[in-house]
């Protein structure tokens, strides 16, 4: 079977991009925000995390990955107060998200697929209105918004800092995981510690990766479903090395 042509998208040269969206006319958006993840964790883990799920999405459908978007909105911060948290209007997260849409469409791509690793209530919402009014503008073209975790919801719910978003995050930058930061003599709670869901020294590299094969297994069906009447025959392609 062909591997279908794919790429990072800032790592492309334009011959690159209009090869790859000839075959594949598919742009994935990774959506996350800059926000308090515990001790343990990096303040960008949304955006790592919804990267690397639309990297695995593209390896097996072909088309393009942007670089992730930190913009967030109903952040932790206004729920909870913690710090090193960048809290944006919904309306500034509508802007950008019609604008990246509008975009990518005058670029040539058909069908966008947004992957986001944070799940606020108002943030989802934003962006799924802004999807919503986007696809009655533009019957040429798709969007799908995916949360990171509900295709798995039924068996890996969504968490903040917990052990989900902390074994996806082992899969994907584990040099950046520390759990001995975590306090030692109690499990973290969402209100002393900005955790939200099991104890993420529970989370392993191996469960991070059993999450993503079963976000894939349940998302690209719909992804290849929605792309069909877009796509052209294709040749065998592989992403551009990282020299340079």
């Not at 075959?23 to 343990?40: E, N, V």
């Not at 729920?79 to 500034?92: C, D, I, M, R």
């Not at 709670?189 to 976000?215: C, I, S």
Request: aromatic fraction near 8%; hydrophobic fraction near 35%.
């Amino acid at each position: 079977m062909d591997t279908p042509a794919w790429g990072p998208y800032e790592r492309l040269r334009p011959d690159q991009i209009e090869s790859i969206r000839t075959q594949t006319p598919l742009a994935y958006i990774p959506w996350g925000a800059l926000q308090w993840h515990s001790y343990h964790c990096p303040i960008g883990l949304d955006g790592t995390q919804a990267h690397g799920q639309c990297l695995a999405l593209a390896m097996r459908t072909g088309g393009v990955v942007l670089p992730p978007v930190y913009v967030g909105t109903d952040t932790i911060k206004p729920l909870k107060g913690f710090g090193h948290t960048l809290e944006h209007s919904p309306a500034l997260v509508r802007l950008l998200c019609m604008e990246y849409l509008e975009q990518l469409v005058d670029e040539g791509f058909r069908m966008i697929v947004i992957v986001t690793g944070h799940s606020g209530s108002g943030h989802i919402r934003a962006l799924s209105e802004t999807c919503t009014t986007f696809q009655t503008r533009h019957s040429d073209a798709s969007v799908w918004l995916v949360p990171s975790f509900e295709p798995i919801k039924d068996a890996y719910p969504s968490n903040h800092a917990a052990r989900g978003e902390t074994s996806f995050q082992l899969l994907f930058n584990p040099t950046v995981v520390a759990l001995e930061r975590l306090p030692a003599d109690r499990e973290p709670t969402l209100d002393d510690d900005g955790v939200w869901g099991p104890d993420p020294r529970q989370a392993t590299m191996q469960e991070g990766r059993d999450m993503l094969n079963l976000f894939c297994e349940r998302t690209i069906p719909r992804i290849v479903e929605m792309l069909a009447p877009y796509r052209t025959s294709h040749t065998e392609g592989a992403p551009p090395d990282d020299r340079g």
